[in-house]
């Protein structure tokens, strides 16, 4: 009985151990699934990463090249991922043209901007000492000196360049009247505003005087404004020709411009200032021509102080001319008057008049008296 004992024991021993090492194995199996589901897992996961970003990363600040490079990783896509590279050689291929037209457009931009800095030395060259191109309008600065004395100063002026014989001497013709409304509006006199010294359209002892004044009519009913304007173009080009550039203070039947804003432009861009007017006097025959003197009591303010004699020298040059065509000249000229042009003025400038309302103005009659004007400006300016 012991010995039959003995053999079961040893058989459950063995039993045993076998049964053991067969768990033992199927565990290590099982293990070794676990472990390849681990993996699996771990790969899908990675492979969804892009997907996810490409959601969750979408909006501002996130480059498209740092959504596709994940994607090129993700093994299963090798199609995709050769479309990605085959989109990436494009884009090199296609920065490389960008690359190469920018820097062809650098190339241009490089030749335009050498260009533009040949253009910018003819024009400098061309606008001479003025900086003003030809038929260039300009309007008053509020930064020039009196400037803030104009109550009507809107308009523009005009500039006209020489084109040949150049002088770089700049002549400010001024079309006397031709403000609309200019009557209407005051201004003050003197820059310190003291009163008027002498009559003429304002009283004396005025400080303030209209704007500009509507002028005079001729006796056979043309308006001096018409008439200053014919002159003052027929001047323009005759001075053109001549090689002074011009600045036309009134270039149109009208120019909201008041004589003060005439004055401080022609003080600021010209060189010389010629008002064009016909005179008034109520006489029956044409007495001729005669040019503003400055009266006594104006040659002590500024800017009159330092300029009077310019205006003067600049008015005896212009009579001299147009007597030297043989036109008449007044037996009383000059004739002091307080004008607000040469009370504002700082280059030479003159109130010219070229006869009254008996004169006959011809395109003949205007045409003398621009080659004596010219001849005169000629003579100021030493040519
Ligand atoms: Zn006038």
């Not at 030749?111 to 533009?116: F, H, L, M, Q």
């Not at 800017?303 to 008449?328: D, R």
Request: negative net charge.
């Amino acid at each position: 009985m012991r010995d039959k004992r003995r053999i079961y024991s040893i058989a459950g021993t063995v039993l045993s151990a076998l049964l053991i090492v067969f768990c033992i194995n199927v565990l290590n199996e099982d293990n070794s699934a676990s472990s390849d589901n681990v993996i699996y897992a771990s790969s899908n996961v990675r492979s969804e990463v892009p997907v996810i970003r490409d959601y969750t990363m979408e909006g501002p600040g996130v480059s498209l090249e740092a959504v596709k490079e994940p994607a090129a990783e993700v093994p299963d896509e090798n199609s995709a991922s050769s479309e990605t590279e085959a989109a990436e050689a494009e884009t090199s291929a296609v920065s490389s043209a960008s690359a190469k037209e920018e820097t062809e457009a650098a190339g241009s931009s490089d030749a335009a901007g050498t260009e533009t800095a040949e253009t910018e030395a003819q024009a400098s060259e061309a606008e001479g000492q003025s900086g003003y191109a030809d038929g260039e309008a300009i309007g008053l600065s509020p930064d020039w000196e009196f400037a803030s004395f104009s109550a009507i100063s809107s308009g523009n002026a005009v500039y006209y360049r020489a084109k040949e014989n150049r002088k770089d001497i700049v002549i400010a013709v001024n079309a006397g009247h031709g403000t609309s409304g200019g009557s209407s509006v005051k201004t003050y006199c003197h820059p310190d505003m003291t009163p008027k010294v002498t009559g003429g359209t304002t009283a004396a002892g005025a400080t303030k005087a209209v704007a500009v004044s509507s002028g005079m009519t001729f006796k056979d009913g043309t308006a001096e404004s018409t008439v200053t304007l014919r002159m003052a173009r027929m001047l323009r080009d005759r001075l053109l020709t001549e090689g002074y550039d011009v600045l036309m203070l009134r270039d149109g039947e009208d120019v909201q411009l008041d004589n003060v804003a005439r004055t401080v432009m022609a003080n600021n861009i010209a060189d010389c200032h010629i008002a064009l007017h016909w005179d008034s006097d109520g006489l029956s025959s044409d007495k001729g021509c005669f040019f503003m003197s400055v009266p006594d009591g104006l040659k002590g303010m500024y800017p009159v102080s330092e300029n009077w004699q310019k205006h003067e020298a600049l008015g005896g040059a212009l009579i001299e001319g147009l007597k030297g065509q043989g036109l008449k000249i007044w037996s009383s000229n000059p004739l002091d008057m307080d004008l607000t042009q040469t009370s504002f003025s700082t280059v030479a400038s003159v109130d010219i008049e070229l006869g009254n309302q008996c004169s006959s103005h011809t395109d003949e009659d205007l045409r003398l008296r621009a080659e004596g004007l010219t001849a005169g400006i000629n003579a100021y300016f030493g040519y």
